[in-house]
């Protein structure tokens, strides 16, 4: 699977952003698909993940902020992050799992894309 992120930026705090990451080489829509971020010196933090069957998952910081969607038709994940915060800045990466597998611990990861809040 090769998994292609965009839509990073420069943004200010409480302001929105949306993700996208483009899937190819395998079934789509059978496929967990999620996101991860990292920013300097702390530790790759799970951000949001969605099952091939629609079920959702989000990390403890941005639960109620950022919303993961998927469009099997057009083989791409969505990440909307909203009321962003500049602890939100961090490289973010999607990733995509098979279906025995599970969105926590992805099997292909994408290239990141990087996010900026500013204060």
């Known amino acids: 699977v090769q998994l292609q992120a965009y839509g990073g930026g420069l943004v200010q705090a409480g302001g929105s952003l949306r993700l996208s990451c483009a899937a190819s080489?395998?079934?789509?829509?059978?496929?967990?698909l999620g996101w991860f971020r990292q920013s300097p010196g702390k530790e790759r933090e799970f951000v949001a993940g969605i099952r091939s069957g629609g079920e959702t998952y989000y990390g403890v910081s941005v639960k109620g902020r950022f919303t993961i969607t998927r469009d099997n038709a057009k083989n791409t994940v969505y990440l909307q992050m909203s009321s962003l915060k500049p602890e939100d800045t961090a490289v973010y990466y999607c990733?995509?799992?098979?279906?025995?597998?599970?969105?926590?611990?992805?099997?292909?990861w994408g290239q990141g894309t990087q996010v900026t809040v500013s204060s």
């Open positions: 990733t995509a799992s098979p279906s025995s597998g599970s969105v926590y611990s992805p099997h292909y």
């Open positions: 080489g395998r079934t789509f829509s059978n496929y967990g």
